[in-house]
């Protein structure tokens, strides 16, 4: 059965800190890794991953892939409060675009 | 473009009722999905389309059903409602080809 897990399952941060979410896998026929954020609603898209090694950037959001240790991280530079949220880790295996989800690492930024 | 949109936002249920919870998408996606989410859970995949006329189930399909007559719908039917079913319910689509799933604000049911 494929599995993802994420830790820790939450953090409180200090706006300004930087942190550093953990995922990892163990799927089937691994495509990609991909990053969601989750507000008060519907998940919405951060990054996806396919290659080992190769740093996603996206303002103080970034994250990396390492096919070898089945594993991914994002982190998260200079918190903000916006940045609370739940941080959710989806691996896409086998055929079909199914993702598994992980639990997710719940954030708090506080002032 | 409204990307994914579900229907309705929230729904109380009785236990034995039944209903269909409604997605659309319009950015032409064959890929169609449906998930649950359960408090401090991540997401569960219930069924998925890859399609018009193609369904298959998830990792939880047990007392759902599903259709996908057309591209655009991808309707998501609950026959006899149990306490257990109580969650948010979100639709996601893709494009073929594709790995980025993009999900719908959620419908959030719950059966007493």
């Known amino acids: 059965e494929d599995k993802v897990v994420q830790s820790p399952l939450s953090l409180v941060v200090h706006e300004g800190d930087t942190v550093t979410l953990n995922c990892s896998y163990e799927?089937?026929?691994?495509?990609?890794l991909l990053w969601y954020k989750q507000e008060k609603k519907a998940p919405t898209f951060l990054f996806m991953l396919?290659?080992?090694?190769i740093e996603k950037k996206s303002g103080r959001l970034s994250s990396i892939l390492d096919k070898k240790e089945l594993s991914s991280i994002l982190n998260i530079t200079a918190t903000q409060t916006g940045d609370s949220a739940i941080y959710l880790c989806a691996v896409l295996g086998g055929t079909a675009s199914k993702l598994t989800f992980g639990t997710g690492t719940r954030l708090q930024v506080t002032l | 473009n409204a990307g994914v949109t579900q229907t309705p936002k929230f729904r109380i249920l009785k236990i034995g009722q039944s209903m269909t919870l409604q997605c659309a998408q319009d950015?032409?996606?064959?890929?169609m999905y449906w998930y649950r989410q359960d408090p401090g859970m991540g997401l569960k995949l219930i069924y998925y389309?890859?399609?018009?006329?193609?369904?298959d189930k998830g990792e939880v399909p047990n007392g759902y059903n599903v259709s996908r007559s057309t591209t655009e719908d991808f309707p998501l039917r609950l026959e006899l409602a149990a306490p257990s079913q109580t969650s948010v319910y979100f639709c996601?689509?893709?494009?073929?080809?594709?790995?980025?799933?993009?999900f719908g604000p959620g419908t959030r049911l719950t059966v007493l």
């Open positions: 950015m032409n996606h064959n890929y």
């Open positions: 996601a689509s893709s494009a073929q080809g594709s790995d980025t799933q993009y």
């Open positions: 396919t290659s080992s090694g």
């Open positions: 799927v089937t026929n691994f495509r990609s």
């Open positions: 389309s890859v399609g018009a006329g193609i369904t």
